[in-house]
């Protein structure tokens, strides 16, 4: 896909829907012939150019675009933020702790060449559960590790929420990963009085999280998603019956993005999630 999020005719799932509650259509995440209509319709009333296309100017009017964005650690390197900023990216996610020590090298330019050249800017932690011996509780070792980084660069009005990135590290039982996840996530809430985000794969949580009980799962499914489902498309096609919507879609984990040497990772979020995300 490119850097640019167009719904059309025969597309389906979440952005649709908000595509049709904005024009006033049936909001069945079915991009059919009532919704094609009812875009002309708006294009025609607001001067676009009339061609039934939810692109960047019909989504954009409605205040529905859906914005491109990127994720990066020290694996990335040296990044040229002004290419980056110059070919639409509008927000980064930054790799800053792993585990109870480590500290990702080059958070600090990252940061600053985010917020140098107006790229919303947030920082995620790489959990590692599997570290500690037996008790959930441990994870406040982590929130700790991240919280010293995070004070470091700041969290600054605007900024995006702080995210744990649960892909790696997990034991056998589920009911520990999830209670380790909920006490990581609290920590930094109660410390930053915001609440993150999860970032997860669908593969992660049918195998090592969704068999904890109701109480927990429900707890967790009160955090925003970012979801990892790598495919071609406006939606993923592995979801997860947790959550409801994504907030974030990292749709691909070799994207070419000018700026970024090699592969990179690349993200959806539309432009009310964005807004959402934001440290207020």
């Excluded at 597309?11 to 049709?20: N, S």
């Excluded at 939810?54 to 990335?76: E, F, K, R, Y």
């Excluded at 790489?126 to 980084?149: I, K, M, Q, Y």
């Excluded at 947790?242 to 070419?256: F, K, P, V």
């Amino acid at each position: 896909m490119s850097l640019i999020y167009t719904l059309r005719k025969g597309d389906k799932g979440q952005e649709v829907r908000r595509l049709q509650r904005s024009i006033g259509t049936i909001a069945d995440g079915d991009f059919g012939h009532k919704t094609n209509i009812a875009v002309q319709d708006y294009q025609q009333i607001k001067g676009l150019v009339v061609d039934g296309i939810a692109g960047p100017q019909t989504m954009g009017s409605l205040g529905i675009a859906v914005l491109p964005g990127i994720d990066l650690s020290g694996h990335n390197g040296k990044v040229d933020f002004a290419k980056v900023a110059a070919a639409g990216i509008k927000f980064a996610w930054v790799k800053v702790t792993e585990g109870t020590t480590h500290v990702n090298s080059g958070h600090e330019d990252k940061f600053k060449g985010c917020r140098d050249h107006g790229i919303a800017v947030g920082a995620y932690h790489f959990g590692r559960p599997d570290t500690h011996v037996s008790d959930p509780s441990d994870a406040r070792a982590e929130a700790d590790n991240f919280l010293s980084v995070l004070d470091k660069v700041g969290l600054r009005h605007g900024d995006l929420l702080p995210v744990l990135d649960l892909e790696a590290g997990v034991k056998v039982d589920d009911q520990y990963n999830v209670e380790w996840a909920l006490t990581w996530l609290e920590a930094i809430e109660c410390s930053k009085r915001v609440r993150p985000a999860v970032y997860t794969a669908k593969w992660y949580y049918n195998a090592y999280m969704q068999h904890a009980n109701r109480s927990s799962l429900g707890n967790l499914a009160g955090y925003p998603l970012w979801w990892a489902c790598y495919n071609p498309g406006v939606e993923p096609k592995r979801a997860v019956k947790l959550w409801d919507e994504w907030a974030i879609w990292q749709w691909t984990g070799s994207g070419i993005v000018p700026g970024v040497k090699g592969k990179c990772d690349q993200n959806w979020i539309s432009a009310v999630n964005l807004d959402l995300l934001r440290v207020h």
